[in-house]
């Protein structure tokens, strides 16, 4: 299972484009890199998912390159209700066998 | 529909009772799980059905029963638990054949209280 480095948190501005990347160093060739939103007292939500380069979304953008090793999710014009905690989850229920473990994550705290 | 529901919302039970949590989806995912989820910690994976069986337990203590009735229903058996074991339980769900991508869907979770 690959396993996920985050930055613990980070701070933005209303606004602002966020970036937040993701290691996962040991990623397997099937695997897919998703992403997840959580608020408080409340399950993850789907945001992206993606397998190489680019894919964009309303809400997001998920930029890979092309070894793979590493992802960075994109949220453009935060507003404070994107503060939340991210995670990034790099699996394939195929060969992983359903094992989606999660990550420490990052929480964002967007500010006024 | 695309919505995973969890029942209760919210359970106090003492260290003596015997109660349970429900998970009920109806997007044909033949994947379910349950996971655990401390404050300000990531969600903790406890168990997970594929095809209505149990396919992996990450080593929970019995106190914990899964149970899975059928494809749409996951249930989470609860006894004799501690003070410790409050936390919010999340059920999700995935489609869980062919070209599954690993995307979970999650319900909003049940916010258990042991006294």
């Known amino acids: 299972l690959a396993k996920t480095t985050q930055p613990i948190s980070m701070d933005s501005y209303e606004g602002q484009e966020v970036n937040i990347t993701c290691s996962h160093n040991n990623i397997a060739t099937n695997d897919y890199i998703t992403w997840y939103q959580q608020f408080p007292s409340q399950g993850p939500r789907f945001i992206i998912q993606g397998y190489k380069t680019k894919v964009t979304n309303e809400v997001a953008s998920l930029f890979i390159p092309a070894d793979r090793k590493s992802s960075t999710l994109s949220l453009p014009r935060v507003s404070l209700s994107d503060t939340a905690v991210y995670y990034c989850?790099?699996?394939?229920?195929?060969?992983?066998?359903?094992?989606?473990?999660f990550g420490d994550g990052t929480t964002l705290t967007v500010k006024p | 529909d695309t919505e995973v529901t969890q029942t209760p919302k919210h359970l106090v039970m003492g260290m003596t009772n015997k109660k349970s949590l429900k998970c009920e989806q109806h997007m044909g995912h033949r994947a379910m799980y349950w996971y655990k989820q401390k404050a300000k910690k990531p969600p903790e994976l406890m168990f997970v059905y594929s095809y209505e069986k149990l396919s992996i337990n990450e080593s929970v203590p019995s106190r914990f029963s899964p149970e899975c009735p059928n494809s749409s229903l996951l249930n989470l058996h609860l006894h004799a638990l501690q003070p410790e074991d409050s936390a919010l339980y999340l059920c999700?769900?995935?489609?869980?054949?062919?070209?599954?991508?690993?995307?979970?869907?999650f319900g909003e979770g049940s916010r258990l209280t042991v006294l």
């Open positions: 989850l790099v699996d394939n229920f195929n060969t992983n066998a359903g094992k989606s473990t």
């Open positions: 999700a769900s995935t489609q869980g054949r062919g070209e599954d991508t690993g995307e979970l869907f």
